[in-house]
């Protein structure tokens, strides 16, 4: 895909048909590298998507879209990132060895930008997840994917672990925390594929590349992504709780261009007029500044109060307005 690319509960997957999170397993030589991607080259797919726009004549134009993925599952579950699939009326998967499978959507979540695939390929190699929280900076890490239409098979790269803790916060996309930073090249076509450490665990799903800069890709963490994987194979969807708002981090920068009262924080940009924060008296502009008596220093603090809470609950949200502090009640509501 080229679009540009673009996290938020931590919790252990149960087992998937005979797959279960890496309890740490040994790291293997530099030398074995070859034999690891071998075997991980074998559970890596391509994904092409067939979606139908329309033209200014209103004429229908078939447009194709690729991404990667990678099996979770020997029944033939496949992960991918959800904007590789969105809109698409046909999902085609292509193994390492050529053979081609329907894909049929199992379930999505916009807000991590996942999807689970099914194909019906008989018992598949399937990739082993790892642990992300054990995860080093300059720890050497290995992506997979399918990049820009290149034929031949999937293509295979290699670096570091530049940084963690990594979020992305851009209008109108889904908003990323915890992401992992790396500078193995990952390229349009690589989004959905397999960030993998030396043992050939999978501790990311890569998902974004930044155009305009070098040798910077990011990948969603594995513990972000386990708990997500579990629900979207079990219901086809991630029930959160919601306050129907669009808010962006408060920094201390943000806060002086845009001279605001308050340092830290979650700027409310946009909300639902039928939703739980416009219900609790939320406006836009609002600083939310703590949940349940929580502070609130960024948006990733604040999905991260909220995912804490379930649909229906009742909370206490502080908001910082007109040099006042006011503290709000609401009733969540449900991520649609």
Same mark, same amino acid.
């Given at each position: 895909?080229?679009?540009?690319?673009?996290?938020?509960?931590?919790?252990?997957?149960?087992?998937?048909g005979?797959?279960?999170?890496?309890?740490?397993?040994?790291?293997?030589?530099?030398?074995?590298?070859?034999?690891?991607?071998?075997r991980?080259?074998?559970?890596?797919?391509?994904?092409?998507?067939?979606?139908?726009?329309?033209?200014?004549?209103?004429?229908?134009?078939?447009?194709?879209?690729?991404?990667?993925?990678?099996?979770?599952?020997?029944?033939?579950?496949?992960?991918?990132?959800?904007?590789?699939?969105?809109?698409?009326?046909?999902?085609?998967?292509?193994?390492?060895?050529?053979?081609?499978?329907?894909?049929?959507?199992?379930?999505?979540?916009?807000?991590?930008?996942?999807?689970?695939?099914?194909?019906?390929?008989?018992?598949?190699?399937?990739?082993?997840?790892?642990?992300?929280?054990? $995860?080093?900076?300059?720890?050497?890490?290995?992506?997979? !994917?399918?990049?820009?239409?290149? @034929?031949? #098979?999937?293509? %295979? +790269? &290699?670096?570091?672990?530049?940084?963690?803790?990594?979020?992305?916060?851009?209008?109108?996309?889904?908003?990323?925390?915890?992401?992992?930073?790396?500078?193995?090249?990952?390229?349009?076509?690589?989004?959905?594929?397999?960030?993998?450490?030396?043992?050939?665990?999978?501790?990311?799903?890569?998902?974004?590349?930044?155009?305009?800069?070098?040798?910077?890709?990011?990948?969603?963490?594995?513990?972000?992504?386990?708990?997500?994987?579990?629900?979207?194979?079990?219901?086809?969807?991630?029930?959160?709780?919601?306050?129907?708002?669009s808010?962006?981090?408060v920094?201390?920068?943000?806060?002086?261009?845009?001279d605001?009262?308050?340092?830290?924080?979650? $700027?409310?940009?946009?909300?639902?007029?039928?939703?739980? !924060?416009?219900?609790a008296?939320m @406006?836009? #502009?609002?600083? %939310? +500044? &703590?949940?349940?008596?929580?502070?609130?220093?960024?948006?990733?603090?604040?999905?991260?109060?909220?995912?804490?809470?379930?649909?229906?609950?009742?909370?206490?949200?502080?908001?910082?307005?007109?040099?006042?502090?006011?503290?709000?009640?609401?009733?969540?509501?449900?991520?649609?």
């Amino acid at each position: 895909m080229t679009r540009r690319r673009f996290a938020a509960t931590l919790a252990c997957l149960p087992l998937l048909g005979g797959v279960s999170p890496a309890q740490g397993g040994p790291r293997v030589a530099g030398s074995d590298l070859p034999a690891m991607v071998q075997r991980s080259v074998a559970a890596t797919v391509s994904v092409t998507t067939r979606q139908i726009e329309h033209d200014q004549f209103n004429q229908r134009v078939a447009i194709r879209g690729l991404g990667s993925g990678f099996v979770v599952d020997p029944r033939g579950f496949v992960l991918t990132n959800w904007h590789v699939v969105v809109g698409a009326e046909q999902i085609k998967v292509t193994l390492s060895d050529e053979r081609v499978f329907r894909g049929v959507l199992v379930g999505a979540d916009p807000f991590t930008d996942l999807a689970v695939l099914k194909v019906d390929g008989g018992k598949l190699p399937a990739l082993r997840l790892g642990v992300s929280a054990r $995860l080093r900076v300059g720890e050497t890490v290995v992506a997979i !994917g399918s990049p820009l239409w290149i @034929e031949g #098979g999937p293509t %295979v +790269t &290699a670096g570091v672990v530049s940084a963690l803790g990594r979020s992305m916060e851009e209008p109108g996309l889904p908003i990323l925390h915890d992401l992992i930073q790396t500078d193995a090249a990952i390229n349009p076509g690589n989004s959905g594929g397999p960030l993998l450490n030396r043992a050939g665990e999978v501790i990311g799903v890569n998902t974004a590349l930044i155009p305009s800069a070098h040798g910077i890709g990011f990948a969603i963490a594995v513990d972000t992504v386990k708990p997500v994987l579990a629900a979207l194979i079990a219901n086809g969807r991630v029930v959160r709780p919601s306050l129907a708002v669009s808010a962006v981090s408060v920094t201390p920068q943000v806060a002086y261009a845009n001279d605001l009262p308050v340092e830290r924080g979650a $700027l409310i940009i946009k909300l639902d007029p039928a939703g739980a !924060g416009a219900a609790a008296g939320m @406006e836009v #502009g609002d600083i %939310v +500044t &703590a949940v349940e008596g929580r502070g609130v220093r960024s948006l990733h603090d604040l999905h991260e109060r909220l995912a804490r809470q379930r649909a229906g609950a009742t909370v206490s949200i502080s908001v910082h307005r007109s040099g006042r502090t006011l503290v709000l009640s609401a009733v969540l509501g449900e991520e649609q």
